[in-house]
């Protein structure tokens, strides 16, 4: 069980924590995202043998979970005020629409990484101020479960198939979901 949890080496993993930064909306879903999509799995991969804690040691102790709540407030800020000003622009005409879905799916991996480590009181600890954001954020997510809901517009199974994530709002569902369920 203990090597199906070494997707990364433990100097890589510190070197990926390390390297974790905000940045600027214009960069937003840009090679961090392959950072924060190599953690995410190598937390997933740890939380599942039970073998976490070095990924959370590094998080507290290179100080980054208010680095990836920025990043996640960030990613939210460019999808509901940079993107719809893009698809106004008359000559906005993507020649693949694969850099949209690669922000949503980073917003994504952002929740599934903060939902895998946040069962740990230093996580929670180590998020200072930010929780704030993530807790206005989870309520934003909250209230577009409900405002969906109520709208008849919410997936009727119970359950999303794979070929439901290909679909952005499907893909909205997954994430306020998973932005939910790890603040409960």
Request: net charge negative; glycine share 4%.
């Amino acid at each position: 069980m203990a090597e199906a949890a070494a997707l990364l080496l433990p100097g890589e993993a510190e070197a990926l924590v390390q390297a974790l930064r905000s940045g600027p909306l214009l960069n937003t879903g840009d090679r961090g995202h392959e950072a924060i999509e190599k953690l995410n799995m190598q937390a997933i991969l740890s939380a599942s043998a039970g073998q976490e804690q070095l990924l959370i040691e590094l998080l507290v102790n290179y100080a980054k979970i208010p680095t990836l709540i920025e990043e996640l407030i960030s990613v939210e800020i460019w999808k509901h005020k940079v993107f719809p000003v893009l698809c106004q622009l008359k000559d906005f005409k993507p020649k693949s629409t694969f850099p949209i879905y690669l922000v949503l799916h980073h917003e994504a991996s952002i929740v599934n990484l903060l939902e895998t480590v946040f069962f740990h009181k230093e996580i929670c600890e180590s998020a200072e101020d930010t929780i704030l954001d993530l807790i206005d954020y989870s309520y934003r997510k909250l209230t577009l479960l409900a405002a969906w809901s109520t709208n008849g517009e919410f997936p009727a199974h119970e359950k999303l198939l794979p070929e439901d994530l290909t679909n952005a709002s499907s893909m909205q569902v997954v994430i306020a979901m998973k932005a939910l369920v790890s603040r409960t």
